[in-house]
Structure formats: C-alpha cells, structure tokens
C-alpha cells in the first residue's frame, strides 16, 4: 500500500504543477494530459492547485506509515 501511495502522491504533485506550468505560461508543459479531464471549463488552475495539494497530503500519509512501521 506505502508503494501505490508513493505513486499516486507522485503522479498528482506532477500532474498538478505541470498542469498549472501550462496554464500560467501556455507551453507544452503538459506532463500528464488526462488530468486535464478532471477539471470543468474555467477552474483548470484551481483543480491543479487542488491536485497538488491532495499530493501533498498522501505523500504526508506514506511518510507518517513508513514512520509508524519503523518505531
């Protein structure tokens, strides 16, 4: 479970900063096209900011388990 966690915290921290990466600058910083799909017309920047930060958290939830695991 700590290795899907680690994925997924991954793929949604990157996915959030490539998605806002494009929307501030207009490049090809499309890292993860398909998370494009997740947010409705007009709110592109507030889902990839949500994105990121729900990365952030279960990045925080596999640290604290490898944590627990090891005490």
Same mark, same amino acid.
């Given at each position: 479970m700590k290795s899907v966690l680690g994925f997924l915290s991954f793929v949604l921290i990157a996915g959030g =900063?490539? $998605? /806002? @990466?494009?929307?501030?600058? $207009?490049? $090809?910083f499309r890292l993860f096209g398909f998370l !494009?799909? @997740?947010?409705?017309? $007009? #709110?592109? =920047? #507030?889902t990839n900011i949500v994105l990121t930060a729900l990365g952030v958290g /279960?990045?925080?939830?596999n640290?604290? /388990?490898? !944590?627990g695991r090891s005490s």
């Amino acid at each position: 479970m700590k290795s899907v966690l680690g994925f997924l915290s991954f793929v949604l921290i990157a996915g959030g =900063i490539s $998605g /806002l @990466l494009h929307e501030w600058f $207009g490049t $090809g910083f499309r890292l993860f096209g398909f998370l !494009r799909f @997740l947010s409705p017309d $007009g #709110y592109a =920047i #507030y889902t990839n900011i949500v994105l990121t930060a729900l990365g952030v958290g /279960l990045a925080a939830a596999n640290a604290s /388990l490898k !944590r627990g695991r090891s005490s």
